[in-house]
C-alpha cells in the first residue's frame, strides 16, 4: 500500500521552529520529486518547496525563501520541511506529494499525497 505519513506539525510562537517529517512506503521516493505544499483556511494550495529527484537546488516560494530548508533522504525514503522563524501566516495545512512529472510546481501532476499536518503560528 503506497502511503505518505507526514508529521511534526504543531502550535507555536511566532519566531520558533518546527521541523515536518514526511514518511513514504510502498514505493521508493528516489524516482519522483518531492515536495510540501499548504493550505490554509479559505486559500488555495501552494507549494512551498520542492526537492527534484535529480538532486540540485532545491525550490522555495517567495514567502518561505530563507526561513525554510527542504530536505529528502532517499535511503530512509523520507522528506523533510524545517521551517524557522516561523510567521502567523504561515499557519495551515502541511501536505507532502509525489511527482514524477515535469510539471512538478502544480499540485494537479502529484501522484501520491500525505494526509497533511497542522502547522499554527500564534501568540
Known amino acids: 500500500e503506497v502511503q505518505l505519513q507526514a508529521s511534526g506539525g504543531g502550535l507555536v510562537q511566532p519566531g520558533e521552529s518546527l521541523k515536518l517529517s514526511c514518511r513514504a512506503s510502498?514505493?521508493?521516493?528516489?524516482?519522483?520529486?518531492m515536495a510540501w505544499f499548504r493550505q490554509a483556511h479559505g486559500r488555495e494550495r501552494e507549494l512551498v518547496g520542492a526537492?527534484?529527484?535529480?538532486?540540485?537546488?532545491?525550490y522555495y516560494a517567495d514567502p518561505v525563501k530563507g526561513r525554510f530548508t527542504i530536505s529528502r533522504d532517499n535511503a530512509k525514503n523520507s522528506l523533510y520541511l524545517q521551517m524557522n522563524g516561523l510567521k502567523p501566516e504561515d499557519t495551515a495545512v502541511y501536505s507532502c506529494?509525489?511527482?514524477?512529472?515535469?510539471?512538478?510546481?502544480?499540485?494537479?501532476?502529484?501522484?501520491?499525497w500525505g494526509q497533511g499536518t497542522q502547522v499554527t503560528v500564534s501568540s
Open positions: 506529494g509525489a511527482s514524477q512529472n515535469v510539471m512538478w510546481r502544480e499540485a494537479v501532476w502529484y501522484k501520491y
Open positions: 526537492a527534484r529527484r535529480s538532486g540540485g537546488e532545491p
Open positions: 510502498g514505493f521508493s521516493i528516489r524516482n519522483y520529486h
